[in-house]
């Protein structure tokens, strides 16, 4: 579809979330360069239309629970190491970061933390990690950690710890994205209560679509829009249907949360090169257009599919980050 190519090209698109640089750290890959393993490089990135990568820093089992900044330095390092060799890609500190990357022909990198380890048990870690270009951070992953309960422990019925409060307030005064994906569903609850700023899930999907305690339920996605967040479809099977891992069905979840709240609370989380299959239809991020032709063919007019594709991410980024 010529209008849909168009369109995707002319778009912002942005991907809240994949994991690349844990597969570089581990030796699968050995950079940001073209590659026919995984699912994410530069090349595929331009060849998907991505505008906007979020590249998370994600924490191995292995260093928790007392080295996960350890863990976070050493892929934020990676991360460096690319940004300074690598003249294609550029850091995204702000907003406007992401204007002057498409004027400059580049593809932006967003810094992620994905999993609260890293700030530990002080917050001046977490004001280290954002002076050195994280901008977001999923406050755990699917265990307990110091700051919150993850979505593995929802049986506790824990949410935010005290210290998991004050992260929160830490990071919207410093301006950096508060996540909720893997977070038990007490501790979103909490960070609905405790934020200023609008929050985002950056992978999760609907669960009356695919009924994973990963998803979010009716009415965490209508609190979460009615707080002014977004949430990243995921494509992992698990999250999106265990028995039709499609591209349609993917656009299911999109329709399922539009449905709910209306285009402006939905965007795109991949979870590339952290899921092990991936939907029919969007084997790798080059194949990101699918989408938009998607979208197009199921009746969403053009300003609905700019916001999907990366509009209302950016309007939280502003929001946020300034």
């Known amino acids: 579809m010529r209008e849909g190519a168009e369109l ?16 570089i750290m581990e030796g699968q890959r050995e950079d940001l360069g073209p590659s026919d393993i995984g699912h994410v490089d530069v090349p595929r990135l ?42 294609d890609i550029l850091l995204i500190l702000s907003r406007a970061d992401v204007d002057r990357a498409r004027a400059e022909g580049k593809v932006g990198v967003l810094l992620s933390i994905e999993g609260g380890e890293a700030v530990e048990d002080d917050l001046a870690y977490l004001r280290t990690l ?15 950690n110091l700051l919150a309960d993850g979505v593995a422990e929802a049986e506790t019925g824990g949410g935010l710890t005290n ?26 609850w909490d960070v609905l209560e405790v934020s200023s700023h609008p929050v985002i899930a950056s992978h999760s999907n609907a669960r009356a679509v695919c009924p994973h305690p990963r998803n979010l339920s009716d009415d965490q996605i209508r609190a979460l829009a009615q707080a002014g967040g977004v949430m990243g479809m995921n494509f992992s099977r698990l999250f999106v249907d265990p028995k039709r891992h499609t591209l349609e069905r993917v656009l299911d979840h999109i329709d399922h949360v539009v449905e709910l709240v209306g285009p ?22 080059s ?6 032709a998607g979208l197009l063919a199921r009746g969403y007019d053009e300003e609905s599919v700019r916001l999907i594709l990366g509009g209302n991410f950016l309007r939280v980024m502003e929001r946020v980050m300034g």
Request: aromatic share 8%; hydrophobic share 40%.
């Open 287 to 292: 194949r990101m257009g699918n989408i938009t």
């Open 46 to 87: 331009r060849a998907g239309g991505v505008d906007v990568q979020f590249f998370a820093c994600w924490i191995p089992s292995e260093y928790k629970p007392d080295r996960g900044l350890k863990a976070a330095l050493k892929l934020l390092d990676i991360a460096h190491l690319e940004l300074e060799r690598r003249e």
């Open 264 to 285: 402006e609370h939905v965007g795109l989380g991949s979870d590339f090169d952290g899921i092990d299959e991936t939907p029919e239809g969007l084997e790798d991020v």
């Open 130 to 144: 954002y002076r050195l270009g994280v901008r977001s951070i999923c406050l755990t992953w699917n265990q307990r």
């Open 8 to 23: 995707h090209r002319d778009a912002v698109v942005l991907d809240a979330h994949c994991d690349t640089l844990y597969a």
């Open 163 to 188: 210290l998991g409060r004050e992260v929160v307030r830490e990071m919207n005064r410093l301006g950096m994205i508060v996540d909720v994906s893997h977070l038990s569903e007490a501790g979103f």
